[in-house]
């Protein structure tokens, strides 16, 4: 757990964001008052994860904005980035494995950024382009699931994927 001492520092060597006691989120204002129980938030989690994140205060309003994660100081970006893996759940498909049939509903054995999973697909209109290069899959339980550069994955993924499409 990260500790006050462990937060991010400013230009001026103040920490602006660190974990409390209880390893909640914190973020100081610039007036130095501490607000325990900060979020972050993704404007754009598909399209754009590393810009436009906002730090949600416990009563439900935006009490700060980063433009760019890559902006930020090392120790206040991991910070950040932990909180939103916390929040956050959207496997990344990096290669189908198997399709129970070519018919819905079917089984799909896919192998995600965060291992290997199964779930059933309903039907094809499950299936979402959202740009050129993302398609976003929902299974039968509501769990999205993400595939950036459908023409990246390997030659049997996308042989698999195209009879959906």
Not at 120 to 135: H, S
Request: hydrophobic share 40%; glycine share 6%; aromatic share 6%.
């Amino acid at each position: 757990m990260t500790t006050a001492t462990d937060a991010a520092p400013t230009d001026s060597g103040q920490p602006v964001l660190r974990r409390n006691a209880c390893g909640r989120l914190e973020w100081r204002r610039p007036d130095g008052a501490w607000i325990s129980g900060v979020v972050p938030v993704r404007a754009f989690p598909i399209q754009a994860p590393e810009r436009h994140i906002s730090l949600v205060g416990p009563d439900g309003h935006e009490v700060a904005t980063i433009d760019a994660l890559a902006s930020l100081p090392p120790p206040a970006r991991a910070l950040i980035e932990e909180a939103l893996r916390e929040r956050e759940f959207t496997p990344v498909i990096q290669r189908l494995l198997e399709v129970s049939s070519f018919a819905t509903p079917s089984t799909w054995t896919v192998e995600t950024d965060r291992g290997v999973t199964r779930f059933v697909l309903k039907g094809e209109e499950d299936i979402r382009r959202l740009t050129r290069d993302v398609l976003l899959i929902q299974d039968a339980h509501g769990v999205q699931y993400l595939i950036r550069q459908p023409r990246d994955l390997d030659r049997h993924s996308r042989r698999l994927l195209d009879r959906f499409l």
